[in-house]
Structure formats: C-alpha cells, structure tokens
C-alpha cells in the first residue's frame, strides 16, 4: 500500500519544505506521468511545482505490480520527510492534511483552503 502525506502551503512554507527535501536529491513525478514528463530534482528552484501530496510506494502488494519492496533507505527518507512536516506544520479539521504555518497564517487572515482534488472539500488547521 501507498503511504502519502497531504499537505497544504503557502509559497513560504513550500520553499522551506523544498529546502529541506533538496538535500535528498529526490525526482519528482506527477500522479500520472504524461508521455512528454521530464522529472526533475527538487529544490527550491522548483517553486510552485508541487501538487500537495507526496506518495511512495514502500510496500510490495499485489496491487503494485512490484516484485521488491522499496529500498530501506528510501523509507527512512520518507519517514524523515514526515517527521519533519509533524513536527514543523500543523494538523487539519478534517483530518488527514498537514498545514503550513504560512498558510495557517493566511487562513486566519480570510485564506479558504481547498483539498487539490477536483471538488475538493475545505480544509482549516486544527483548534
């Protein structure tokens, strides 16, 4: 199974995640990948390019068509990139976002949040 991280940001909190993540090297992809997709590394040169989750297929299960689980080192990077974002954004009411300080700032100042997803329910930070 999939995890993923969902998460909302305003572009402060998005340059402060990229500088975090850049020091991972990692490729990012979209969902589904168009013919004509060029990965690229994450850095805070990529501003703006992320499409609020991030999902990595740790676990082989038959739904993934893989025969062997991601590395352990991929794991931990994730794990680490989840830590990171509990520890520094806030949780969401509905459950299941982590949202930015910068964007939990502007929600206070009149910003409505919206899941990315098409119809995409509100989202407000937590308490």
Same mark, same amino acid.
């Given at each position: 199974?999939?995890? &993923?991280? #969902?998460?909302?940001? $305003? !572009? *402060?909190?998005?340059?402060?995640?990229?500088?975090? %993540?850049?020091?991972?090297?990692?490729?990012?992809?979209?969902?589904?990948?168009?013919?004509?997709?060029?990965?690229?590394?994450?850095?805070?040169?990529?501003?703006?390019?992320?499409?609020?989750?991030?999902?990595?297929?740790?676990?082989?299960?038959?739904? &993934?068509? #893989?025969?062997?689980? $991601? !590395? *352990?080192?991929?794991?931990?990077?994730?794990?680490? %990139?989840?830590?990171?974002?509990?520890?520094?954004?806030?949780?969401?009411?509905?459950?299941?976002?982590?949202?930015?300080?910068?964007?939990?700032?502007?929600?206070?100042?009149?910003?409505?949040?919206?899941?990315?997803?098409?119809?995409?329910?509100?989202?407000?930070?937590?308490?």
């Amino acid at each position: 199974m999939a995890e &993923t991280i #969902r998460f909302l940001m $305003a !572009p *402060e909190d998005e340059a402060a995640f990229l500088r975090y %993540i850049a020091r991972f090297k990692l490729k990012v992809y979209p969902a589904r990948v168009p013919p004509s997709w060029q990965a690229f590394i994450a850095s805070d040169l990529t501003l703006g390019d992320f499409p609020g989750r991030l999902w990595a297929e740790l676990e082989v299960t038959p739904q &993934t068509g #893989r025969r062997n689980a $991601a !590395p *352990e080192r991929f794991r931990q990077i994730f794990m680490e %990139i989840q830590a990171w974002l509990k520890r520094t954004h806030r949780r969401s009411e509905p459950k299941g976002f982590w949202i930015g300080p910068g964007a939990a700032r502007r929600f206070k100042q009149g910003l409505r949040l919206r899941d990315c997803e098409p119809k995409g329910s509100l989202v407000q930070p937590y308490g």
